[in-house]
C-alpha cells in the first residue's frame, strides 16, 4: 500500500474525541468533546474533514472543517516527495490563507504553517483506535502554546 493510501485510509471514518482547548491568556484547557467525520471526496483526491465541538463554554457548537489534500514536486515525484496540504475553515469565519504543508511519516501525519505571527504545527499521531491530535503555535521569540489536544477513537 502507498504512502498516501494508507495516510488516508487512517484519516478516513467517524470519531469521537474528548480535547482541551486552550486560549492565549489561561494554561488551563476548557474541556470539549467532538465529533469528526472525514471523506474521501473529488475523486479520491481530498479528504474533507468536519469536525462538530461542544464546548463547557459555548452556548452552539463550533464548527471545523479540514480538506487534506496532496501537492507533489512534479509528475515523475516518487511517494517520499509527496507533500500533503491541509486547508482549514471554521464557523468564526476564519480560513487559512496559505495551505499548511506537511509529511507523512509511519504513523504520523504533521502540518506546519509559518509566516508573521509565527509557526503553527497540525499534528496528527494514529494507532490502531484512531487518533491523537494536537495543534500548538510559536510566536516568532516566543514560548509554544497548545491550542487544541485530544484523542478521537474510531466510531466507524
Given amino acids: 500500500m502507498s504512502n498516501t493510501a494508507e495516510c ?6 467517524q470519531f469521537h474525541g474528548d480535547e482541551l482547548v486552550y486560549s492565549f ?18 475523486g479520491g483526491h481530498f479528504v ?12 452552539v457548537p463550533y464548527l471545523n472543517m479540514l480538506v487534506f489534500g496532496l501537492e507533489q514536486a512534479s509528475e515523475e515525484a516518487n511517494e ?18 496559505e495551505p499548511f504543508v506537511g509529511t507523512w511519516q509511519t504513523n504520523e501525519l504533521i ?17 490502531d483506535e484512531g487518533f491523537r491530535y494536537l495543534v500548538q503555535h510559536t510566536a516568532p521569540h516566543g514560548p509554544t502554546h497548545k491550542i487544541v489536544e485530544g484523542y478521537y477513537k474510531r466510531i466507524c
Avoid: M, P, W
Fill in 48 to 59: 474533507i474533514g468536519t469536525h462538530v465541538q461542544y464546548r463547557q463554554n459555548l452556548a
Fill in 25 to 42: 491568556t489561561e494554561t488551563a484547557g476548557i474541556k470539549a468533546s467532538t465529533f469528526a467525520e472525514h471523506k474521501l471526496s473529488l
Fill in 111 to 127: 502540518f506546519k504553517q509559518q509566516n508573521q505571527s509565527g509557526v503553527t504545527l497540525h499534528c496528527f499521531t494514529f494507532d
Fill in 8 to 13: 488516508y485510509r487512517k484519516l478516513i471514518g
Fill in 80 to 97: 517520499e516527495q509527496t507533500k500533503y496540504t491541509l486547508h482549514q475553515f471554521d464557523s468564526l469565519g476564519r480560513a487559512s490563507k
